[in-house]
T-cell receptor
């Protein structure tokens, strides 16, 4: 079945350092979404990418969708303590409502 | 206030018992989902439903059952056949293909 892997599983950074998490799907995706889950909370939607090679930015966050639509990345510039949490990608294949979530990357920011 | 309501937030179950987790949404979304999250782990899809009276198995459906008799409701039953049910259960909904997934607050289930 469809699998979505993320690396790294954990990342500890000093405040102000950059952070990147990578998402890889075993199948071609129609779109990919990114979510953030704070400790003890539920996942919250960040962004959706649809087009091959698409790049979107939200303040310090940059999201990319690969040309083959099988991988994606989230880059945070100059991390802050408010960025702490687990970041998940979620992929869907064409014509289906089924979303498979990645394994997640847990980010810890040291002040 | 619109959103997804899950109940109960905390539930303890004795071994051999079935329990049902409630999920209600007032967002008029067509699709609803149940995910399981183990501590420090990712989200695994249990069941999803695209329309009333229809649902599909996810990756870990064994030991679980669902129903979708109403658009706004998608209850999950954790049966005694589920050997390791202690986990955090998240209900979600979306308007459809390519739509944002909205999550409830989650339900913590512990087997005692």
């Amino acid at each position: 079945g469809q699998q979505v892997m993320q690396i790294p599983q954990y990342q500890h950074v000093q405040e102000g350092e950059d952070f990147t998490t990578y998402c890889n799907s075993s199948t071609t995706l129609s779109n990919i979404q990114w979510y953030k889950q704070r400790p003890g909370g539920h996942p919250v939607f960040l962004i959706q990418l649809v087009k091959s090679g698409e790049v979107k930015k939200q303040k310090r966050l940059t999201f990319q969708f690969g040309e083959a639509k099988k991988n994606s990345s989230l880059h945070i510039t100059a991390t802050q303590t408010t960025d702490v949490g687990t970041y998940f990608c979620a992929g869907s294949t064409s014509g289906t409502y089924k979303y498979i979530f990645g394994t997640g990357t847990r980010l810890k920011v040291l002040a | 206030d619109g959103g997804i309501t899950q109940s109960p937030k905390y539930l303890f179950r004795k071994e051999g018992q079935n329990v049902t987790l409630s999920c209600e949404q007032n967002l008029n979304h067509d699709a609803m989902y149940w995910y399981r999250q183990d501590p420090g782990q990712g989200l695994r899809l249990i069941y999803y439903s695209q329309i009333v009276n229809d649902f599909q198995k996810g990756d870990i459906a064994e030991g679980y059952s669902v129903s979708r008799e109403k658009k706004e409701s998608f209850p999950l039953t954790v049966t005694s056949a589920q050997k390791n049910p202690t986990a955090f259960y998240l209900c979600a909904s979306s308007p459809g293909t390519g739509g944002t997934i909205y999550f409830g607050e989650g339900s913590w289930l512990t087997v005692v």
